[in-house]
């Protein structure tokens, strides 16, 4: 059995190759994370410091860093101690659209799958309109979990829903006891999803799987390893602003703040408030905004553009 | 056992279906094999390619399976309802028609629940529903509802067919094919109409009669719970519960006259189901049509008269995209019964049989306008340029399996019939008197 059991353990050594530990950030669950070295992906030039199981320091290349991802029995705790909080400033977002690519290139998912939505709002005829990005808001009355029949959506101790797609039946109530539109269905199987070699965690939210829902993660498994999630690392306006409730900070990777300081400051507010689902996701009013509506149609190719054809908006331009 | 002389004519028309089936028949059950067929292709391609055959994306994620899904329960309610009912009130009148109505019932019953399967992404772990079922969940309530429904109403159905597959047992008639013969040797289970055997089967009829009403009740709430325990605007009122129970029953009798007309004219029963029961049946049709105009009025007037931004948005899709669906479900489909039966003298069979088919029409119509403009109107408006993702229109996969819905439905009428005789002839014994059996 010993000897059956040896060419495996090898070929998995080779993949693995040294069993790191690397210096985690801010956000990670202590001062040490688990990593390890993948010599087959492609180098980035970025270098970074770690220790090596015996001790020794040595110089990696960040893009072959890899960090294990967590089983479905460690995504369902969640991480011990936070209470993960985001905030949006809708003063500060001109529909770049970095958010949604970054999310989707993380996440594998295809074009049609967006877990990160600009709308662009206008709450009545005579106010003005805005750009509104929308994440999951990971309620903590979540009515997706509620009407969940096998437990496959479920809420972790720091704040956020996840789904596990492996348990996921794809009965869809999630998707319509979400009031917030934030639910995606893998309608097929996209090509995208075989992108992702990596073992599934829901943590990850990757590789997708057909016939089952899947939605914005907050990206658990970045901030287990120190970093922010896709969508607030790559917004070069510094939109999205995300942290830790018991902490009462959040980050937008280049300012740190008091999170209650920044929602007594900007009145901060949570969408619909009325439906009672608590969210975690908070916006900053769009006043004084760094940039005009129309900056939001700059570069977006033409199928973009045209999603906010309907809108009052853009209806009342045309004529 | 002793037999009447209206039994005696019952068998006669009956046993013939029993003991062989015609040309005409067998090109019946082809063409609804070949439609069955047909679903059958379409859901092997949904399997294969994935939900993205069907009509549905992400914002219409519920369609016409759940409409079907909804409609087919409501159908069931036939039976629990007709026959319960009148079995309780001891209604001389029902006895030529509770057959069909249970008839109904369970095939309908077997149907409806096939649809939300349809529905569901990954058929593969529909285990789960079991092995990690969830009490929270209002699925986990429907699964355990629809199995003891399925179960009572079983029990019932067989209960009440005890007595006509002893009868046909203990005829001997070389005629009937012999694995027939042992179908009803095995299934009439040692029943001989003893005056104990009388008594416990009388018993247990009656306790399965009220039981078989209350699960019915419960099925159709949980059903509608589903809907009304979500935020969406539309489904999130405290009437849905009453209101799918009446639609049930409503829709429930439509296709009861339906079904009775064409028993009626196939075996040319016209002797045994007679004007008067299409009156009745049009009577209590009429009955709950009021209520569910009702309860459709009160629900739509609340939504509409201090209506929050949703619902107002909701109301304008009905009253301008969906124009003729809510026009034929929630007035045509209310008021054409009311005046058909109300008014003695459109009292006709034909006439009630006219109206029961537009009756089922806009029942099927009511409940694709609960599921539907909903998922069109969410809170956060629908940004998108693909028409699909903004608006639903059903394909070709999600038609040929609806089809395929209504022709499992037919099928199984038509075997049941093959096997036991679509008017419950032992139940016409307790008067010997002929006159008294044909109702006039």
């Known amino acids: 059995m010993k000897e059956n059991e040896k060419p495996q353990k090898s070929s998995r050594r080779d993949f693995l190759k040294k069993s790191l530990v690397a210096g985690a950030g801010v956000l990670a669950t202590g001062g040490l994370v688990e990593a390890y070295f ?30 294990p991802r967590v089983s479905r029995e460690e995504s369902k705790k969640g991480i011990p101690g936070k209470k993960f909080v985001m905030v949006i400033d809708l003063a500060r977002c001109k529909n770049a659209r970095a958010c949604v690519d970054a999310c989707q290139k993380g996440h594998h998912l295809p074009k049609s799958q967006e877990f990160m939505k600009v709308f662009l709002l206008q709450d009545t005829e005579n106010t003005a309109p805005y750009w509104f990005p929308k994440p999951c808001y990971h ?21 956020i829903v996840l789904i596990d797609t492996n348990r996921c039946i794809g009965c869809k109530f999630c998707i319509t006891g979400c009031p917030y539109s934030t639910r995606v269905f893998a309608w097929e199987h996209y090509p995208e999803f075989d992108e992702d070699k990596q073992p599934y965690s829901p943590e990850a939210s990757s590789p997708g799987v057909e ?15 120190g970093k922010l999630p896709y969508c607030v690392s790559s917004c070069p306006m510094g939109v999205i602003y995300f942290g830790d409730m018991d902490e009462d900070v959040v980050t937008n990777g280049t300012e740190t703040v008091q999170f209650s300081k920044l929602i007594e400051d900007r009145a901060g507010y949570r969408y619909l408030e009325t439906l009672g689902t608590r969210p975690s996701v908070y916006y900053l009013p769009p006043v004084e905004r760094q940039f005009p509506v129309e900056r939001g149609f700059g570069d977006l190719d033409e199928e973009t553009r045209s999603r906010y054809e309907n809108t009052p908006y853009m209806k009342k331009n045309k004529k | 056992m002793s037999e009447t002389t209206v039994q005696k004519k019952l068998m006669g028309v009956f046993l013939p279906e029993i003991e062989s089936t015609s040309y005409l028949q067998f090109i019946w059950i082809a063409f609804l094999v070949g439609v069955i067929g047909l679903g059958g292709f379409a859901l092997y391609k949904q399997i294969h390619d994935g939900h993205v055959v069907t009509g549905m994306r992400d914002n219409v ?19 629990a309802l007709i026959s319960g009912t009148l079995h309780l009130f001891r209604a001389e009148w029902r006895k030529p028609i509770i057959r069909l109505a249970e008839f109904i019932t369970i095939i309908a019953l077997l149907i409806g629940p096939c649809f939300i399967l349809l529905c569901i992404g990954r058929l593969d772990r529909l285990p789960f529903l079991v092995v990690f079922g969830r009490i929270q969940s209002p699925i986990t309530w429907d699964v355990i509802a629809i199995s003891t429904d399925i179960f009572g109403c079983i029990i019932f159905l067989y209960l009440a067919l005890l007595r006509d597959i002893a009868r046909i047992r203990d005829l001997n008639d070389s005629r009937i094919p012999k694995w027939k013969r042992k179908f009803y040797k095995i ?11 009388k008594v416990y089967l009388n018993r247990a009829t009656d306790i399965m009669a009220a039981m078989v009403i209350a699960i019915a009740v419960i099925v159709y709430s949980v059903l509608a719970w589903i809907f009304s325990v979500t935020l969406q605007p539309g489904w999130h009122s405290t009437i849905f519960g009453p209101y799918f129970v009446i639609a049930a029953v409503f829709s429930g009798c439509g296709v009861m006259i339906i079904v009775m007309w064409v028993v009626r004219k196939l075996y040319h029963l016209e002797e045994y189901i007679t004007r008067k029961h299409f009156v009745n049946v049009g009577v209590i049709m009429l009955v709950l049509a009021a209520l569910f105009g009702y309860f459709t009025f009160s629900d739509y007037l609340t939504k509409w008269y201090g209506s929050e931004k949703n619902d107002e948005l909701l109301i304008q ?22 005046i058909v039966v109300g008014i003695p003298k459109l009292r006709t069979i034909r006439n009630i049989t006219l109206s029961a088919i537009v009756v089922v029409i806009a029942l099927w119509l009511n409940r694709y306008l609960i599921v539907v403009p909903t998922l069109e109107s969410p809170y956060l408006p629908i940004q998108d340029s693909r ?54």
């Not at chain 1, 016939?211 to 390893?225: E, M």
């Not at chain 2, 299934?187 to 055997?197: I, K």
């Not at chain 2, 009905?318 to 008021?335: A, H, K, T």
Request: with cysteine.
């Open chain 1, 38 to 67: 993948d010599a087959s992906a492609a180098e980035s030039g970025e270098k970074v410091k770690v220790m090596t199981t015996d001790g020794k320091i040595m110089e990696v290349d960040q893009a072959q860093l890899r960090y």
């Open chain 1, 211 to 225: 016939g089952t829902v899947s939605k914005c993660d907050f990206c658990p498994d970045l901030i287990r390893v």
């Open chain 2, 187 to 197: 299934m009439g289970l040692g029943y001989t109409g003893t005056p104990e055997q």
């Open chain 2, 61 to 79: 994620v519920w369609g016409v399976y759940i409409v079907n899904f909804i409609f087919f329960m409501g159908v069931s309610y036939a039976g």
């Open chain 2, 387 to 440: 028409p699909e993702w903004v608006f639903y229109q059903a394909t070709w996969v999600e038609w040929s399996l609806t089809a395929a819905g209504v022709a499992v439905f037919c099928l199984l009428l038509t075997i049941a019939i093959k096997f036991i005789p679509a008017i419950n002839v032992s139940e016409m014994e307790d008067h010997a008197d002929p006159e008294k059996q044909i109702l006039t």
């Open chain 1, 139 to 159: 309620c903590d009355n979540p009515l997706c979990v509620s009407v969940c029949p096998v437990g496959a959506t479920y809420k972790r101790t720091d704040g």
């Open chain 2, 317 to 338: 899709l009905l009253f301008n995209d969906y124009y003729w669906s809510f026009l034929i479900s929630n007035y045509i489909g209310v008021l054409l019964p009311m």
